[in-house]
């Protein structure tokens, strides 16, 4: 599932595709579930505007329009945002790809699982949001109006102080995992940063939050924001289905400490990393480092 990296990512490498262009079209799938906003009026309050800027919060992206309305978008588990015109063999399956000649592969073509096109007056690359499994979100917003999805958000990862976690943690008995991985408490974690971080920071991810001190805390945090600065620079992780708006797949998991690596050597006492269950979700850590 994207995390705040691949969010942050999308926002950046989005930006040059979609700010100051005027939406000439709009096409969509069929209503759904992603759909917040219903189709039919999704394409006729899209239609006619310019995109002014882009801008996250937690795993969301705002796209600004020029009568101060926002299309809102969540990435889902599999969503994918991205340009036209990029060559990614990403966006084709290995069947597919191993049918067409090199050239062929080199340009998408909508699908079913394509969910929104936006067409522009420049005559320029379309831009696309395509989610597989269908767990992504494509909301409208009138000028000044919120949601609750957005204002149920706690403090984002990035801006996250210690005594923010510390506080947070007091007289909660869920595990210290579980809680980073709740966006109403701290927005923008998943879980392949909560592991990463957690091993930074030297806690067991099933250590109840309200054993963790306040030093840890502060540790903890510094362990957050280090793992996500470092995706970001290096394009997030493309572990599963994650692709940049450019085509460019993410670098951070050829580097990654714990996750996914389950019976492979710690980096720092070359103890097997483990993994577990914790928070309903696949968790590595290592059981000598992390305590």
Partial sequence: MPELPEVEVTRRRIAA???GRRIAGVRTSPASYVFLTPPTLL?????????VEIERRGKYLLARLDDKSSLVLHLGMTGQLFSGDVPSLRLLSATAAAALPPKAQ???????????????????????FRDVRRFGKLLWLAPGESHERLERLGVDALVLRGKDLFAATRGRHTSIKALLLDQAVVAGVGNIYADEALHLARVRPSRSAARVTKQECAALVGALRHVLKRSIATGGSSISDFIAPDGRRGRYQRGRLVYARAGEACATCRTPIRRAVVAQRGTHFCPACQR
């Fill in 17 to 19: 595709r979609l700010v």
């Fill in 43 to 51: 394409k006729r309050r899209l239609r006619g505007r310019a995109v």
């Fill in 106 to 128: 080199r340009h998408f073509r909508p699908d079913t699982h394509t969910h929104l096109q936006l067409v522009f007056q420049d005559a320029g690359p379309r831009v696309y």
